[in-house]
């Protein structure tokens, strides 16, 4: 007699053909863009940052889970290269190599494999081990090389502030946004990536093309990131129409720092998101509220990352209160 084997495992039991594995390599086809352009600005300084993070998550999962762990290793599932990839676009293109390794030890030995591995993780691995090293190390976090000067050339020695951050100072000590608008770059500028910032956040154009080759993949749904991009352009829309001596317009969040990036490369990590669309919508309106308080109240220039960071601590309640209708549920009709 032939007898079957019976599988049995957790929910969500989902009938597809598509891995884990699949889809760690459709984001890192879609974050080819971004690459090429943080290629183009920064030179062969944004190809050794990722080199060094990617090596090193590579590093970390499968020491740690052979030597330490002693389980079965994972790094050709995708998800190291990936952390690696994300930390890397998280790094201002000079910060200094034993940094970029110490951030892949945080992300892949504490953010990671500390809870259980990937599917385990709580928090996003790449951005808890960005918000460790500026809390860490703050001057290296927030020197910011200059990808162009006078619109010749690349010089990585050159620093300055981010667009957000210079808005931000420039607000702080009294100047307004038309007087500020001469010492930030344009709105093209910023589509483009002629700015400073992390390596992976420069170009809204890159990262839109990436984020539509997921959403067409259909490795992401597009609520989150269409939600949360929505929620910061309309809640900086408001303050921008009521003062927009003092406050900057809806694009200019959009396209600046890495909201972006954010949207669809890191709010939408699988593990660490809501599986309801109703969940996955509260979730981003969460992070972009987070975002713009912080961007606009808070200390630093730049919240998208303390945003999701937050979020993803509340998804376990999310879930709970968002979540599927169970099988065979009984149904109350209201009668007419």
């Given at each position: 007699?032939?007898?079957?084997?019976?599988?049995?495992?957790?929910?969500?039991?989902?009938?597809?053909?598509?891995?884990?594995?699949?889809?760690?390599?459709?984001?890192?086809?879609?974050?080819?863009?971004?690459?090429?352009?943080?290629?183009?600005?920064?030179?062969?300084?944004?190809?050794?940052?990722?080199?060094?993070?990617?090596?090193?998550?590579?590093?970390?999962?499968?020491?740690?889970?052979?030597?330490?762990?002693?389980?079965?290793?994972?790094?050709?599932?995708?998800?190291?290269?990936?952390?690696?990839?994300?930390?890397?676009?998280?790094?201002?293109?000079?910060?200094?190599?034993?940094?970029?390794?110490?951030?892949?030890?945080?992300?892949?030995?504490?953010?990671?494999?500390?809870?259980?591995?990937?599917?385990?993780?709580?928090?996003?691995?790449?951005?808890?081990?960005?918000?460790?090293?500026?809390?860490?190390?703050?001057?290296?976090?927030?020197?910011?090389?200059?990808?162009?000067?006078?619109?010749?050339?690349?010089?990585?020695?050159?620093?300055?502030?981010?667009?957000l951050g210079i808005v931000k100072e420039g607000l702080q000590y009294g100047e307004t946004m038309t007087e500020l608008s001469s010492k930030i770059p344009s709105l093209s500028e910023l589509f483009l990536g002629i700015s400073g910032g992390s390596i992976g956040e420069m170009s809204g154009l890159a990262l839109l093309l990436g984020g539509i080759y997921l959403l067409v993949r259909r490795v992401i749904s597009w609520h989150i990131p269409i939600t949360m991009l929505l929620t910061i352009a309309v809640m900086t829309g408001i303050f921008w129409l009521v003062d927009p001596l003092h406050y900057a317009d809806p694009l200019f969040h959009l396209f600046a720092g890495g909201a972006i990036l954010g949207a669809f490369f890191m709010a939408t990590d699988l593990v660490t998101s809501p599986v309801t669309r109703k969940g996955m919508v509260i979730f981003a309106v969460g992070i972009g509220a987070i975002t713009v308080v912080i961007r606009l109240f808070g200390a630093y220039p730049e919240g998208v990352s303390f945003a999701i960071l937050i979020m993803n601590a509340l998804v376990p309640l999310i879930n709970k209160y968002f979540k599927p209708r169970r099988f065979g549920e009984k149904i109350k009709f209201k009668m007419v």
């Open positions: 007699m032939h007898m079957e084997t019976i599988v049995v495992s957790a929910s969500p039991h989902i009938h597809s053909d598509r891995t884990s594995r699949k889809l760690m390599y459709d984001v890192v086809i879609a974050l080819v863009p971004a690459f090429l352009v943080s290629l183009y600005l920064f030179g062969i300084s944004a190809f050794i940052v990722t080199a060094v993070a990617i090596i090193s998550c590579l590093f970390f999962e499968f020491v740690i889970q052979k030597y330490v762990l002693k389980t079965a290793t994972t790094i050709s599932d995708g998800s190291a290269l990936l952390t690696g990839i994300l930390l890397a676009f998280n790094l201002p293109s000079n910060i200094p190599v034993w940094m970029i390794i110490v951030g892949s030890l945080v992300a892949i030995g504490i953010a990671k494999l500390s809870f259980g591995g990937l599917g385990f993780n709580i928090f996003n691995p790449a951005l808890v081990a960005r918000v460790f090293l500026l809390v860490s190390f703050p001057v290296q976090m927030t020197s910011w090389p200059s990808p162009v000067v006078n619109n010749t050339s690349l010089a990585d020695a050159v620093t300055g502030a981010t667009p």
